[in-house]
């Protein structure tokens, strides 16, 4: 089954759902944390099933493969999360990334916010506007620090600044990441890991400048761009930008549920996927 | 004389102008940086009137209001310079930040490049669609530095990242930048800062949150609006978020002409600026 | 007192304020047609008011100002009725076209629909598309019909379609209404009749082609743009095509209500609308 | 050989291809029209390979199928042509529509135009606007008028008033037309031909109301729209309103193309088309 339900209603119907021997793909945030403490803070509420966070398999396919065969319980990413994660957690893998604090800086197009029958997502409110929201407080901040830190263990989380902003485009989130380049590695190392990356993964592009990522290149699409480029001898050397890109609906939700769907059945992975195409190539 | 011309041109007619004893505000980048050998990096040529870059004032009156009732030759600022100067260099000014490096992520209406007949501005290309562009190589990072090392006399200019990015609307920036708080200093001071700004400048607008920020208060006005918050105990404790908007044809462009043209002759700063309204209130 | 209300609303509010003596302009539609027996059909109710119909004066300054001076209530005219009527009114009232039906096909930007919380009404619902609505049953096509047999007193009400369509921009409406050309008129005679009309009323502009109107010039303003063309010897000779733009929101409602204020109270009818500015000029 | 070249470039090349026994579909306008009179009207030039006019089958499938399975030459339809063609041929065949001047008011998306590199067709100069172009002596109104006179054989042409408009979307054109009831025929006949139409024709949908037809239902497909209603006792009894919708992109120009070769080449009509989905549903 797939859950694409508030959270809420994804607490109450999991463990039923669970109980009766059924699978469940959930796209809700319900599960995804480990740390039930983090509920309070970031969905504002008690998480009253905590135990079965150790059982949910976080389902980003690119990092976490492996444990969907068996998975009895998927949760979903988020959009901004599979983005961010995508952009950065290769590159932490490989060790090409200096310690440091992080910088995720992320604007999605208006679906990212599910479909809702108020003012603030009317179209007199929203086109012509750009704007943040919820700064510091976002509920994919910890998720994402989580998927980071999963790639680097042994190590304390690093601190992970996100901040989500509201595009005026029904669909497609783009994410610039900032981090440092650990001494002694270079910026074709970074290229490298990523064409490498893409060359094994199906739904990862590499192109070779964050200018040429963008949200008309992954819309209607199961594909995440990715580009990083570094600071040689500019205003800031040794910065790295990570530019990824997809569609919300799909990599950053419906498509991946679908990918999941597929490890969990032992199908090949971009089955139903493979022949979608970008809307506006 | 209001340049509004190509840099090439500017570098032309400016000299002419001024021996003629004509006053000049040039809305280029010919006359900005300080540094003349930063022109063959950013714009891509050897300065030729280096000897007027010294004589130039830099026409951000909230900075630098002092200079410009005498000066012959205003170099008005660049559009993203504007408002991620503003964002940033008050609170530098007071020592509420952290020394290192600094990160300023922006998005700017189609309008921020000028009016171009190119296939790449054209709305069949740029609607739907969000993408960074001259990553690590725009022009208008070493005029920032520049702005915000000059409230830091005696200390060297700080590392600073700046991206900027290609919005599908007309009108409008929005930067969301990055730093650190300084050991001792609070959310408080920050605020603080930014609120006694906005009760001595005409033009500054201090909100409580970066999530209030938005084009469309400042879209049709000459006004900056600015909100900053730290992050206290959540992902990256001591992290600052300082978020600016401003409409890049006015206060970025064509606004902050004619308050340099009122300072530099004496007149009311806001004359022929005070009634601008919102478009979109 | 100005009533921004649901027809509804004013339907009890207007009798009440009348009886205190105050005049009032009311934004609703609810005392805008004279017969009552069309509330049932296009606004799904039976007039309960009936009796204050012949009494309100519909504001429409640049047809029925003289009435205004002494008018106690003001039904201040629809948005897509202010387009409608001034494309066609002034030529109808010179005798410069046939007899025969008309058709105004019509398109508006969001904000014509007022300000509404629903999923209909949402960005991610509207952007990207286009479409007719209330085709052959929207209410303001009564009210056109009434307006346009007022300047033909003594001759029956002409058939009139009226197909309303939603932009996806949020303001300015442009009207595209097809008439015939009286036999011994001419092309000039028309342009001509637009010229006279623009050069007595403040707030029309004439251009010299309907390919000339459009959204961008109007809105911000309490301006009509107005233009129109005769086929001489193409596919359908004696074809008469007359555009219209507004700003839905000022020449079609709010802006309108100030102008019908100022001529209320003896004042100069521009007071407070002539420096308005368009947005994009 | 697919031609999508500007009509200039049709006219050399198509004559050479044709000698080498190449067959062709042209999606210009270069050998859309009969009447090589008409040219010089309204492409500007006299047509120099008038002979080959009448040669040309006219790729309107759900029209002109027959012809096309020994076509040597196949004039794709223009976009505009296609969709009011498809909204008023398929009533004018039935005997369904009175006599009389017939309205098709359209807008189209900006990719419409082609992909052109000018300032008219800027970002900037586009977003938030609509407005009507060449009203009266756009090129599609004869190749409209010759369709329509095709399924009326042995009657004059109708009358015939085009007018195009510009959207500010990229894809997608909505034509709403109007005509009058025959006299004995009824809205249940209008719509029972279109349903009647729309089960033999793969790529024509028919649904109850001209409120229902939208950009977003088919832009991303080869299907049109269509939709037809009566004002059976309102403003102007016996008028009739048809509504069509489709992709310029793809039934107004490449997919209609790819249909064309499909009959030209006696494969199933709807090969490599019928997998094409809503980009929005």
């Known amino acids: 089954v797939f859950l694409a339900t508030p959270a ?12 009766q021997g059924t699978r469940v793909i959930d796209l809700s945030g319900a599960f995804r944390l480990k740390d039930a403490g983090l509920y309070a ?21 690119e990092l976490f493969r492996r444990g969907m065969e068996n998975a009895q319980l998927v949760a979903n990413p988020g959009c901004y999360a599979t983005a961010v994660a995508l952009a950065l957690a ?29 003012e603030e997502y009317s179209f007199a409110e929203l086109a012509d506007d750009f704007r943040a ?18 790639v680097e263990p042994g190590k304390p989380a690093r601190p992970l600044t996100f901040t989500p902003h509201l595009l005026p485009v029904r669909r497609g989130i ?14 074709a190392d970074l290229t490298g890991a990523l064409d490498v990356l893409a060359r094994s993964e199906p739904f990862i592009q590499a192109v070779p400048s964050p200018d040429q990522v963008s ?34 609906l799909l990599k950053g939700a419906a498509g991946q549920a679908v990918q999941n769907l597929n490890l969990m059945l032992g199908l090949p992975e971009t089955l139903g996927l493979e022949h979608l195409q970008p809307f506006a190539p």
Request: proline share 4%; glycine share 10%; aromatic share 4%.
């Open 8 to 19: 809420e209603t994804s607490l109450e119907r999991v463990p039923q759902l669970l109980a």
């Open 41 to 61: 803070r970031y969905y504002g509420w008690e998480h009253r099933r905590a135990g079965l966070l150790g059982q949910a398999v976080y389902g980003l396919p």
């Open 90 to 118: 290769p590159l932490l893998a490989q060790g090409l990334l200096d310690e440091g604090a992080l910088v995720a800086d992320a604007a999605s197009g208006v679906t990212g916010a599910g479909r809702k029958a108020t």
């Open 133 to 150: 929201y919820r700064t510091l407080r976002h509920q994919h901040t910890p998720e994402i620090q989580q998927t980071l830190a999963a």
């Open 174 to 187: 783009l994410a610039t990441c900032y981090a440092r380049l650990r001494r002694g590695a270079s910026a």
């Open 215 to 248: 949200l008309r290149a992954v819309v209607g699409t199961n594909r995440v761009q990715l580009a990083a480029a570094v600071d040689e001898t500019g205003s800031d050397p040794g910065r790295v930008v990570i530019v990824a890109a997809l569609d919300n």
